[in-house]
């Protein structure tokens, strides 16, 4: 804003006369009080007294600098999913003059600002979920004069979590839930942050194969299905294994068959 200027000066010999001053090389007034300096940018005060034998004083100079002009600020954030830490860098600019003094962020809802040393700010990914979710944050630069930039934001997505599966048609170990013909199995997963990427599953140690929809497990024994699934991220959730076991519908008690 406008500052108050004063001079003085004093005169141990004949006495002091005037004191005269010109700002940003304008005409030379006398100074009578206290004066504004107003205006966006640097202006230059030329000051001097003269005493009442016209002795006149070197002139002296000094300066009122003003910007009033914000700065701005933004960040270089961006919209997709992360499973590790993420570093936000944050660039404020300032044309009023005075220039970037610092930035500054917090998390969106909160009221204390928080200093982006070396402008930037680190939002954590602990293992296990504890920081799984969309963060936002409020972001603003500050400039040499005090003026705060209009507040930006961003938003980091943090997922570490593995999706969640589900199978139907499987048994929970090898000597359970046995059945005289093939089995239909579907598996199913979710993921609630990045998205399911895939579903993997093998049959009796075999090849992996991608899960595209309901398939059959046939033949006399008991089936290990192996299945696990993946996000978008390459989060891996556990390797679950169920059963399919299919008996053979001739075979007696005494294990011989029957004609």
Not at 206 to 234: C, I, K, M, N, R
Request: charged share 10%; aromatic share 8%; glycine share 14%.
């Amino acid at each position: 804003s406008a500052q108050e200027v004063a001079l003085a000066a004093s005169d141990a010999g004949a006495g002091l006369a005037a004191i005269s001053y010109t700002v940003d090389g304008g005409p030379v007034e006398t100074y009578s009080g206290p004066f504004s300096v107003g205006g966006e940018g640097s202006h230059l005060v030329t000051y001097w007294a003269t005493d009442a034998a016209g002795n006149a004083e070197t002139p002296r100079q000094g300066y009122v600098n003003i910007d009033t002009t914000p700065p701005s600020v933004a960040s270089d954030a961006d919209t997709a999913w992360h499973k590790s830490a993420v570093t936000v860098h944050l660039n404020g600019t300032d044309a009023g003059g005075s220039g970037l003094a610092a930035t500054q962020y917090r998390p969106a809802g909160t009221s204390d600002w928080q200093p982006a040393a070396g402008h930037a700010f680190s939002v954590p990914a602990p293992a296990g979920g504890g920081n799984d979710g969309a963060h936002s944050y409020e972001l603003r630069a500050l400039d040499g004069a005090g003026n705060a930039s209009p507040l930006a934001t961003c938003t980091v997505k943090i997922d570490t979590t593995a999706p969640q599966t589900t199978a139907t048609g499987l048994a929970a170990d090898a000597i359970s839930a046995w059945h005289t013909s093939a089995q239909e199995v579907a598996l199913a997963a979710s993921d609630a942050a990045a998205g399911l990427a895939a579903i993997s599953y093998s049959v009796d140690g075999g090849p992996v194969e991608t899960y595209s929809g309901p398939f059959s497990v046939a033949g006399t024994g008991q089936h290990p299905v192996e299945y696990w699934a993946t996000d978008a991220l390459g989060n891996v959730s556990a390797h679950t294994t169920g059963w399919v076991n299919i008996s053979n519908p001739y075979a007696q008690a005494g294990g011989e068959g029957v004609t």
